[in-house]
């Protein structure tokens, strides 16, 4: 299996080839400034920016925060970015993947063969010393066609049951998990039977993944061991694609993502709430 993950001397080199991969600068941060205002002071040289609210997903709504998008809107945004079925894509952030990951758990939702994350995003880049550019490209001419369904989900009742029955992961901090707080959804807990995983426990100080190794580790300790019963959610399903992706890194493909995360199970008041360990 390729490696879901780039790193910065792989990237520089594949980047003086003559068929450079495709660069999507996914920068976004709950709360935080606006991403396309980081891509404006400076991006990866040829980047294009992919507006994670607006072309990553569809308007809030029942369905959560982040709602898959539809195939014609995700087509958009990605074809706007010269991306094609025959050509490497990368997708980076500010540094520790959180939501990258979305354009890449997305782009092989809707049957991409050949993406990858910037290990580290811009602050591994620039702690290369490589330069940034803040000349914007035109834009592309892709032709990729958006063909859902090449990865899992689940819906809400598909969640309770892996909870139940399988494993089902919450990808938040402990303590949102725990419900000791919550910033933006409509009651605090986790989803009753989930285990607590945050993504911060995949990454190194540095803001780079684990090693493989130590990632197998976690996710057994988390008694994973069927990908074919376990799920994943977050807040929204943004950062859940995180784990999804250090999940593929220890090697558990086949996983599901619940899209609709803790901001539309918890928006229901007939689902049930777990607080505590």
């Known amino acids: 299996m390729t490696s879901p993950l780039i790193t910065v001397a792989e990237l520089a080199d594949a980047l003086g080839t003559e068929r450079p991969p495709v660069l999507l600068d996914i920068r976004w941060a709950l709360g935080g400034p606006p991403g396309a205002e980081e891509y404006a002071k400076g991006h990866l040289p040829g980047a294009h920016y ?83 550019s803040t000349e914007t490209p035109a834009p592309g001419d892709g032709d990729f066609k958006v063909e859902p369904g090449h990865l899992p989900t689940v819906d809400a009742s598909g969640a309770a049951e892996l909870a139940r029955t399988g494993l089902l992961l919450d990808a938040r901090a402990g303590e949102r998990y725990r419900g000791e707080t919550e910033p933006i959804d409509p009651r605090a807990g986790h989803v009753p039977g989930a285990a607590s995983a945050p993504t911060t426990e995949n990454l190194a100080a540095d803001g780079r993944f684990l090693p493989p190794a130590a990632l197998v580790e976690r996710f057994a ?57």
């Open 221 to 277: 300790a988390l008694h994973l061991t069927d990908p074919a019963r376990t799920a994943v959610y977050c807040g929204s399903g943004v950062t859940a694609a995180h784990q999804l992706l250090a999940l593929a890194l220890a090697g558990h493909e086949g996983v599901a993502l619940y899209p609709g995360s803790w901001s539309e199970w918890s928006a229901n008041p007939d689902n049930p709430v777990e607080t505590g360990k």
């Open 50 to 132: 992919v507006d994670l609210d607006r072309e990553l997903a569809d308007p809030p709504g029942p369905a959560g925060r982040h709602p898959l998008p539809d195939p014609e809107r995700l087509a958009t945004a990605l074809r706007r970015a010269g991306v094609t079925a025959d050509r490497p894509v990368v997708a980076y952030d500010a540094g520790p993947a959180l939501s990258a990951a979305r354009a890449w758990w997305l782009l092989r939702w809707a049957g991409h063969g050949d993406v990858r994350v910037l290990d580290g995003g811009l602050a591994a880049w620039t702690a290369a010393g490589h330069p940034l």
